[in-house]
């Protein structure tokens, strides 16, 4: 027996907007749309840039490497989903000074499960939480949130799927 976690994301009003696009523009790479949209996106966060990258795994090695020089320590305890993907954790290991500690699933939304991440906080005291929307179902946000603002934890957010 084979359990779908999920219908197909696109529909075919999307797939067909996409490949009319395709067809009108020669061009694959960034360019004019992607700096308006780097500009509108910055100004929607209430930040000063964005950057946009080829792809998930860039952005999460590009986030990541930059934590290096906003966390002054040099050597961190991280929580990782369990389930995610290899570009999730391969960054912290690539990069070192990081030691990755793996949360399990929540049912439900197949995000951290809370409790036991309270669990690894109270253990490791972790400076980072990373988070994956797995298959686009939001982790406890709310819960997680409060979790990083009473321990001093920084959160990083992988939303590419």
Same mark, same amino acid.
């Given at each position: ?5 999920? *219908? ?16 009108? /523009? ?20 209430? #930040?000063?840039? =964005?950057?946009?990258?080829?792809? %998930? ?5 590009? &986030? ?13 305890? $991280? ?6 993907? &290899?570009?999730?954790? /391969?960054?912290?290991? @690539?990069?070192?000074?990081? #030691? #990755?500690?793996? =949360?399990? !699933?929540?049912?439900?939304?197949? %995000? ?6 309270? @669990?690894? +906080?109270? @253990?490791?005291?972790?400076? +980072?939480?990373?988070? $994956?929307?797995?298959? %686009? ?5 709310? *819960?997680?949130? @409060?979790? =990083? ?10 939303? !590419?799927?």
């Amino acid at each position: 027996m084979t359990i779908k976690l999920v *219908e197909n994301a696109n529909d075919i009003n999307e797939m067909v907007e996409l490949a009319n696009w395709l067809y009108s /523009s020669p061009r694959f790479t960034m360019g004019p749309v992607t700096e308006e949209f780097e500009k509108k996106f910055a100004d929607y966060i209430g #930040t000063k840039y =964005c950057v946009m990258v080829n792809s %998930g795994s860039s952005a999460n090695l590009l &986030a990541v490497a930059s934590l290096k020089h906003y966390i002054p320590n040099h050597y961190h305890f $991280v929580v990782v989903p369990a389930l995610s993907w &290899a570009t999730t954790i /391969s960054p912290y290991m @690539q990069l070192g000074e990081f #030691t #990755t500690i793996l =949360c399990d !699933c929540n049912m439900d939304n197949l %995000g951290l499960d809370i409790n036991h991440l309270k @669990q690894l +906080i109270d @253990q490791y005291h972790p400076t +980072i939480i990373q988070t $994956v929307n797995v298959l %686009g179902f939001p982790n406890d946000y709310e *819960e997680i949130k @409060q979790l =990083c603002n009473e321990n001093q934890i920084t959160l990083i957010e992988d939303s !590419c799927e």
